[in-house]
């Protein structure tokens, strides 16, 4: 059996019965995907709460469906946050945000490090990636996104305990591994974090760390990085 298909409806927790859906649902909904009355969907508030609809009316100027009953998700059991620097391609970025999303990385901290080459912070789109790849990847529970963060504010934040810090020179540096308690991984812009950014990281009890044998683009080790914190 198929998946229902599941959108982003915010206001899902204060709605009961009949409700009327947005534009942009109605227009995936009904255009897109031809979808007809009486055909079941699912909504979602990203917060943790869903609920099956069925359509009783679907046109081409409105949507209205019957709320069932509401299921309370639970959230996940540890926070996997990913600090990494913002890209001067956008597009790499973007790319690097909706696959960590379907890993499942529960917080996003873009990084200004020294070296980061600065780019527009996107909020809107980059927020928009993140809703989707969720309701791409039937997660309820949406990571958050924080505003651009200066390397050495990062340290002034409420951090989780087991901190990371990946990067690309000289020591020693275990595999990362995947954690059973919340964890913070950091990922420095493309021409790496600076021995002063490290030592820093260091002194704040994060641990270096390698992702393997390659050079990875600072995109590519995003991706990995949350593959192996989720372990």
């Given amino acids: 059996?198929?998946?229902?298909?599941?959108?982003?409806?915010?206001?899902?927790?204060?709605s009961h019965g009949t409700i009327h859906l947005t534009e942009e649902i109605r227009k995936h909904a009904i255009t897109v995907l031809r979808m007809q009355t009486s055909e079941s969907l699912m909504l979602t508030d990203g917060k943790g709460c869903s609920a099956q609809a069925v359509i009783l009316e679907g046109d081409k100027k409105k949507m209205v469906v019957g709320l069932e009953e509401k299921v309370v998700h639970?959230?996940?059991q540890k926070k996997m946050i990913l600090g990494i620097s913002?890209?001067?391609?956008?597009?790499?970025?973007?790319?690097m945000l909706e696959?960590?999303?379907?890993?499942?990385?529960?917080?996003?901290?873009?990084l200004l490090a020294e070296r980061t080459?600065?780019?527009?912070?996107?909020e809107e789109r980059f927020q928009q990636i993140l809703?989707?790849?969720?309701?791409?990847?039937g997660q309820h529970?949406?990571?958050?996104l924080h505003q651009p963060l200066k390397f050495a504010s990062l340290f002034n934040a409420d951090l989780p305990p087991a901190k990371?810090?990946?990067?690309?020179?000289e020591g020693n540096k275990p595999q990362l591994k995947g954690q059973s308690s919340d964890s913070i991984l950091l990922i420095g812009p493309e021409g790496d974090f600076t021995a002063e950014e490290l030592a820093i990281a260091v002194q704040n009890n994060f641990e270096p760390v390698s992702l393997g044998e390659s050079r990875l683009r600072t995109e590519t080790a995003g991706i990995v990085g949350a593959v192996l914190l989720r372990g």
């Fill in 131 to 137: 809703v989707s790849a969720c309701l791409q990847s």
């Fill in 86 to 95: 913002l890209l001067k391609n956008t597009a790499r970025f973007e790319w």
């Fill in 1 to 14: 059996m198929n998946a229902l298909p599941l959108f982003h409806f915010p206001a899902l927790q204060s």
């Fill in 164 to 169: 990371f810090i990946a990067h690309c020179m």
């Fill in 141 to 144: 529970h949406f990571p958050i």
């Fill in 117 to 122: 080459e600065r780019q527009h912070f996107r």
């Fill in 99 to 110: 696959k960590v999303t379907e890993i499942g990385i529960t917080e996003i901290i873009p």
């Fill in 74 to 76: 639970p959230a996940p």
